[in-house]
């Protein structure tokens, strides 16, 4: 599933550039993370890499975006020409 940012983020700046998909972007008030453009870092990295630098934990899986290992992996072929 794709992760999503809670609105205890307080905007450090270090999960945008962390971000191999670019699904991580400044939105009106906190970072947004696109579910289009989210793999969980799948085809990347083993975990997600903007959960490992997030001084606050606010990245949580979004129940609203429940994807298996195979959508991810065929999301990220997609997203990169896989």
């Known amino acids: 599933m794709a992760l999503m940012i809670t609105d205890e983020c307080i ?7 962390e971000c191999p998909n670019s699904a991580i972007s400044q939105g009106p008030e ?34 609203d975006h429940a994807e298996t290992q195979d959508q991810l992996m065929a999301k990220y072929q997609r997203i990169h020409g896989g």
């Open 30 to 63: 906190i970072y947004v993370i696109d579910p289009n453009l989210c793999t969980e870092c799948v085809g990347h990295y083993d975990e997600p890499q903007c959960q490992q630098v997030c001084p606050v934990d606010c990245i949580p899986h979004s129940p």
């Open 11 to 17: 905007n450090c700046d270090v999960c945008e550039p």
